[in-house]
């Protein structure tokens, strides 16, 4: 028993191709996007941090 696998038409592997590459930028788009939102969320906590040690030394 041997099992006979039809490769798709040209056609349908454009179009399949074409979907694959607007996945992968749409998926790159996300990433830097939640990459941004992790930038400023460390920022944020940095200036927090900073701003409690400023306290911290000015109260001593």
Not at 39 to 51: G, S, V, Y
């Amino acid at each position: 028993m041997t099992e006979q696998f039809s490769t798709p038409n040209p056609e349908t592997n454009k179009r399949l191709l074409a979907k694959m590459r607007h996945s992968r930028l749409v998926l790159e788009a996300a990433t830097l996007e939640l990459e941004n939102i992790t930038m400023q969320l460390e920022n944020e906590n940095r200036q927090k941090r900073l701003t409690r040690l400023n306290q911290a030394i000015n109260n001593h």
